[in-house]
């Protein structure tokens, strides 16, 4: 652990996320190509947002189970689209107990075809559905560049699969799940997503209709953070889960599938952090008030902990910790929890003993405009307030960055500027002629075609024939 | 669902335990041989078993992370034991991303190594030590025999893997989580389990001392449920993980791991089920208690549903459920929660209404014996009380169990014969030959050394020289 600076995120946004990374020790390589190993100090946040969606998964009545992760080669070749979307990227076992097997395998990518096969086997009559399963899991993606969290060939994340009766529910699930994501990213991370249905070429490969929650990151780039699919009855159809419905005659089940992963991790660092490093949103983050002492003799070393200590009892129905090295610092110490992102430091020196009082520095505010004193009396309660007003400015910060870098270019010139300083929101005509042109010109691509539509000119910003929506173009993770 | 007999423990036990397995819908066999899918009820108990392990874990200082599944094929063949024990049991990655791989990966069989690799990165000086590091994963072996949740190709665990300054800690806390292990297994599980230690025959690959947590199954078998391996300087050496000691020296860490598997859900299936099916602890089972409503007419059934639904809110505080299903008589349902396990029942019917009270019935005690009338007025604490004497009945049965099948023979043939029926505690000389004696005469082995002995002869029970130590000799899964 150093105390250097890190790079600035004007000079090199990349370099500074991989550095926040690593010396905040959110996550390592490992010695594969392009896989992490997630380090304590990340694996807690993943922690924290497990549990929070978890709940809201249980909430709207689907419970978890788990699916093996090896899946006959041959079932990832049922679905047309589907294993064109991912034969490019499957790792594949082809040895098992010191003997070439008769059929390889593959380390699911996701998990659509294997659950198919058992929902097949489960569902037979409309009585057992719906059936609303979700798993957290680990799943290979052979990809050739990598980045800690946001494209890693191993990562972890949730996916859930549900079969219904009817494609009304199936459609009705997956706009419930997407928005259960956004609801999960504006009100526990503070990541202001957008919710929108994606374009045909960037639907998830056999879905109907893909639907995603884009944010904006501090580079203007948009991370797509969590996607749900209406599959139709492709898989049904490919893995024959069939049904008795209410008049006795046998048909296919309308499924779905939904996912966030810790690449989500890579939007928290990326929408809150600054030049000191990360800054967690109090509701997901490991640690949220940290304490340090201030002392200069032993005298008052042995006042000051002992003080410290009752702080910390008293502010146990917090994540919270007293940073008590003696090895190190004040100076010191503030610097590296400022680089592990926690929300709200406590300093306690003589004086503020003297005074019945701490003093609390916000995460989100640098220098002395955050600095606050808090009388001890007042401290479960302040404390409490604070993290609440941190979390909200959060919001509200990345909120207003992301609106303020969003464009509605009036003409497609515009758009090429805009897409080069942020977000380009423009009426398109749905082609995939005028997108591939779009990300000839200027790498961006359509993000998603935002749920909720403002009014526009009406012409394609792009070729100016008739245009019903409004897209999302923008630079992308 | 059906609500047919399944077979008697008595008439074949194997057979038993599937059947529960599949008709409870705890998992399913997968489409890959010898893998399952651990379905929503199975994984329930999973769930309750992670969370309670889990905050041991921590209460003891560990913190989780989550290290790749994929894994040099080099890393195995490091440590020399290790890949004795692993390499016919892989599950090995040739090809990825449509390539044949420079370097094999294998799917990891257990995590030493790779965590040994990132250990060498992290630890520099004492001040780093000691790492206490669990992770929650998936593993595969490459079995040939394999059992529902007893031996499957892949499973789910914990696994922890500690780094220590000196041999006298990592023994400590290789003992430490020997006795989590224990303590969950009796407290949460109700499984009275042993404690000892491994012979050397049955030592991890890698390992310098193995302990176990050993429990006696309905049919007397033994199941290894749990094991911590004081792994000494081993993979230190073989992984290079080396710190600045307090004298400024270079030293190899002494490390420590411990695992505790889905396996475990085979010991409470097989040390509480009975011919109706399972029996879950309550403190583990996914449902707590299940409120039956019983009537004839529609209006019974109008004025017992809105006072079933009264009652399952008043137990909101336990896992409860109502179940309300119109097209199941009251007798199929308790068939069917009974085989499920669901540790009390709770019934409701007219009559109850009109003595403002309602039949619970204990699936830890058939029939009668087992029913009760509760007063509705002490509906909460009562319904406490008996799920905490049920929990503590199921404990008293299994170690009843366990002691009046536990045998300690005077002569080898009477070994034979208790081997047959029981366990053999027996003092032995601690020599592979008389190990190796017992195994191909009986086909029993050694489960473990307890930690606590009792007196004893002094002589090998197989070869008559002097003898320290008793020995459970046993037939295992």
């Known amino acids: 652990m150093s105390n250097e600076k ?39 946040i993943w922690e924290n947002i497990q549990k929070t969606l978890d709940a809201r998964f249980k909430e709207t009545g689907h419970v978890n189970a788990a699916f093996p992760m090896l899946i006959p080669k041959s079932f990832m070749e049922k679905e047309k689209e589907h294993v064109e979307g991912f034969s490019p990227e499957l790792a594949v076992v082809t040895i098992g107990g010191g003997e070439v097997l008769e059929e390889p395998l593959v380390v699911r990518p996701t998990s659509e075809t294997i659950i198919g096969h058992m929902y097949a086997k489960w569902i037979q009559s409309y009585r057992d559905l719906p059936v609303l399963i979700n798993q957290w899991a680990n799943v290979v993606r052979w990809e050739m560049r990598t980045r800690l969290f946001l494209r890693t060939l191993e990562f972890y994340w949730q996916e859930g699969h549900t079969a219904h009766e009817t494609s009304e529910e199936a459609e009705e699930e997956t706009l419930r799940m997407l928005n259960v994501y956004a609801d999960f990213a504006i009100n526990e991370a503070a990541v202001p997503v957008i919710t929108g ?16 929650i884009e944010g904006m990151m501090k580079d203007t780039r948009a991370l797509q953070s969590g996607t749900s699919h209406n599959l139709g009855q492709n898989f049904a159809k490919a893995f024959n889960i069939q049904f008795l419905d209410r008049n006795n005659e046998l048909q296919h ?96 020196g003589p004086k503020d003993i003297d005074n019945k009082s701490v003093m609390a520095a916000r995460r989100d505010i640098p220098g002395k405009a955050g600095k606050s004193s808090i009388a001890i009396d007042n401290l479960e309660g302040e404390v409490g307030n604070l993290l609440d007003t941190i979390q909200k400015n959060l919001l509200n910060k990345a909120t ?50 935002p749920l909720e539509q403002k009014s526009h000119s009406g012409k394609c910003i792009i070729c100016g024939t008739p245009a019903k929506e409004s897209v999302i173009f923008a630079r992308a993770y």
Request: with cysteine; glycine share 6%; charged share 30%.
């Open 197 to 212: 249905r994606k374009s045909d070429s960037e639907r998830f490969a056999g879905a109907v209709r893909t639907y995603s």
């Open 400 to 449: 207003e960055f992301r609106t303020s870098h969003t464009y509605e270019p009036a003409s497609y010139e515009e758009l090429k500027e805009a897409v080069n300083k942020g977000w380009a929101l423009s009426p398109w005509c749905g082609s995939t002629e005028c997108e591939a042109k779009v990300k000839e010109d200027t790498k961006a691509t359509t993000r998603c075609i």
């Open 253 to 348: 089940c309308w499924t779905t599938s939904w996912g966030l992963s810790t690449r989500f991790i890579g939007a928290i660092i990326m929408t809150h952090g600054d030049d000191q490093g990360l800054i967690l949103p109090p509701r997901l983050a490991p640690l949220q008030v940290i304490i340090i002492p201030i002392y200069r003799s032993d005298d008052e070393k042995e006042k000051v902990l002992a003080e410290a200590k009752k702080v910390e009892s008293r502010l146990s129905k917090f994540r919270c910790k007293l940073d008590n090295r003696a090895e190190m610092t004040p100076g010191f110490k503030f610097n590296d929890w400022e680089l592990r992102g926690v929300p709200l430091r406590i300093e306690i």
């Open 6 to 44: 890190i790079t600035k995120q004007s000079e090199d946004f990349s370099e500074w996320y991989n550095q926040v990374i690593l010396r905040a020790e959110l996550a390592d390589y490992a010695p594969v190509r392009g896989c992490m190993v997630v380090r304590p100090y990340g694996w807690a």
